[in-house]
């Protein structure tokens, strides 16, 4: 296929309820990634109501909202659960941010209630005294270059035997405990990273649409970039907070 025929959808799915930590930022940097590229790109907006057609979708993204807000995108998401369940079985790409991570479990035990989740990784999450908040920064298998972020969340999350998005270098990660942050299951990177997450680490970003072009056109070659910006910005807060 001629690369400039390629083209990625993006499903964002409820940005109306999960928009708290600059989750457009991560659409924008894909989108601007693949168009840098010559590979045309599309963001379809999924608000609640919508239908869903993941069979459309290259890469799914789940942002992050309060609790409250959480309880209402996971009832609308539970109605077509073995939809999204089989675009994730399918290998379908998805990036879930902070309650969007949240949701993919089993259950998110709050003070309170507990909040359904869509069960479609084997993890869960409860709530725990304290927030973690603070910068963080990982060592990943998916990408040369150090993972930065920043980390607000009350809730921890235990991943049980799922691989992990990566090490914690800086910062709490899932529960402040094991030393890892986030979940990698299949084509699915689940993460309490925002800022937004994609702009400073461009790797990360490249391995999430080459997953997706792979998976629709059986190739995945991107093109080289001039990263040499979001190369600086990345080595600037690795060596701010991670002593060598």
């Known amino acids: 296929m001629d690369m400039e025929e390629r083209k990625v959808v993006i499903g964002h799915l409820y ?3 999960l928009n708290l930590y600059g989750d457009r930022g991560n659409i924008a940097c894909m989108m601007q990634r693949c ?8 963001t379809i907006e999924f608000n609640t109501g919508s239908t869903i057609d993941f069979s459309k979708l290259d890469i799914v993204l789940l942002g992050g909202g309060s609790d409250r807000e959480q309880a209402i995108v996971c009832k609308n998401l539970l109605e077509i659960r073995e939809q999204f369940r089989e675009y994730i079985e399918d290998h379908g790409v998805v990036l879930a941010v902070c309650g969007g991570y949240q949701l993919l479990g089993k259950y998110y035990k709050t003070g309170s209630e507990m909040i359904e ?8 999450t409860e709530q725990e005294e304290g927030r973690l908040i603070d910068n963080i920064v990982l060592q990943s298998d998916l990408a040369d270059m150090p993972v930065v ?3 607000n969340h009350g809730g921890r999350t235990y991943i049980k035997d799922n691989q ?3 090490k914690v270098l800086y910062g709490s990660g899932n529960d402040g405990k094991s030393g890892y942050e986030g979940v990698i299951y299949k084509n699915v990177i689940g993460t309490y990273l925002h800022g937004p997450l994609l702009p400073k680490n461009p790797q990360i970003c490249d391995h999430l ?3 997706a072009l792979e998976r629709r056109y059986g ?12 190369e600086a910005a990345n080595s600037y807060i690795y060596h701010r907070f991670v002593k060598e």
């Open 209 to 211: 649409l080459g997953r």
């Open 219 to 230: 190739s995945a070659e991107l093109a080289p970039l001039d990263d040499r910006q979001e």
């Open 35 to 42: 168009i840098w590229r010559g590979i045309k790109a599309e």
């Open 164 to 166: 992990p998005f990566g």
């Open 149 to 151: 972020g920043f980390e």
């Open 15 to 17: 940005p109306d309820l």
């Open 117 to 124: 989740g869509l069960d479609l990784v084997d993890m869960y």
